[in-house]
Nanobody
């Protein structure tokens, strides 16, 4: 198990940028693929972006490609989500999640593959 704590969410104007951070406890952070999901009011949780254990492979949802970038620093046990060109449609609670993977390159995208979750951080984009 790994404990995850997100930070960095806040109110921002459309067109602005934010960087979310997710800090993980434990000594085995590099054993986990990491992902960001988001849930807007009245909607289901959706995949945003994910990164492999090694950090060499990433995937992102079509809705955020070219605007959001996921990265990780295994020495700091932290995963980041850089969000640029934000729109009101990006308003949601953003949660990070961890999944044990045996391949250093695998990037899970399905919610059910992740069994460690943070509490989430609120991102609100005003128009």
């Amino acid at each position: 198990q790994v404990q995850l704590v997100e930070s960095g969410g806040e109110l921002v104007q459309a067109g602005g940028s934010l960087r979310l951070s997710c800090s993980a406890s434990g000594r085995t952070f590099s054993s986990y693929a990491m992902a960001w999901f988001r849930q807007a009011p009245g909607k289901e949780r959706e995949f945003v972006a994910a990164i492999s254990r090694s950090g060499r492979s990433t995937k992102s949802a079509d809705s955020v490609k070219g605007r959001f970038t996921i990265s990780r620093d295994n020495a700091k046990n932290t995963v980041y989500l850089q969000m640029n060109s934000l729109t009101p449609e990006d308003t949601a609670v953003y949660s990070c999640a961890a999944a044990v993977t045996y391949s250093p390159w695998r990037v899970p995208e399905q919610l059910a593959e992740y069994d460690n979750w943070g509490q989430g951080t609120q991102v609100t984009v005003s128009s």
